[in-house]
């Protein structure tokens, strides 16, 4: 299973990006996809999370994101978007696409990375103030 997550950079405050996670080895309508970020000195935080087509392809966002930050899935070619309009400072950080293996592997999880078993190389956020 490969993730590949592109699409981070340098934006003002109010400045939007898109990143993509482009998903290979495993039956990607199935999985649920989601994305954390980690900040300098801060632990890993689930920002988004899409489930499965099984699932009705459900989003999931934390609260300070919503109305902000939109997550949709290109089934046809196997990645996930996220798309972040209005960016903060607060939202400078490393961001990770991640899925799970195993039974909960169609459904999302946000509280915690520790049920996560492959993860994109991650691409970096910064938002100037």
């Known amino acids: 299973v490969q993730l590949q997550a592109s699409g981070g950079g340098l934006v003002q405050a109010g400045g939007s990006l898109r990143l993509s996670c482009a998903v290979s080895g495993l039956t990607f309508g199935n999985s649920a996809i989601a994305w954390f970020r980690q900040a300098p000195g801060k632990e890993r935080e689930g920002v988004s999370c899409?489930?499965?087509?099984?699932?009705?392809?459900?989003?999931y966002y934390k609260n300070s994101v919503k109305g902000r930050f939109t997550i949709a899935r290109d089934n046809a070619n196997n990645t996930v978007y996220l798309q972040m309009n209005n960016l903060k400072p607060e939202d400078t950080a490393v961001y990770y696409c991640?899925?799970?293996?195993?039974?909960?592997?169609?459904?999302?999880?946000?509280?915690?990375?520790?049920?996560?078993?492959?993860w994109g190389q991650g691409t970096l956020v910064t938002v100037s103030s």
């Open positions: 991640g899925t799970r293996s195993g039974a909960y592997s169609d459904v999302c999880a946000l509280v915690t990375d520790a049920s996560y078993d492959y």
């Open positions: 899409i489930s499965s087509v099984g699932f009705g392809a459900s989003t």
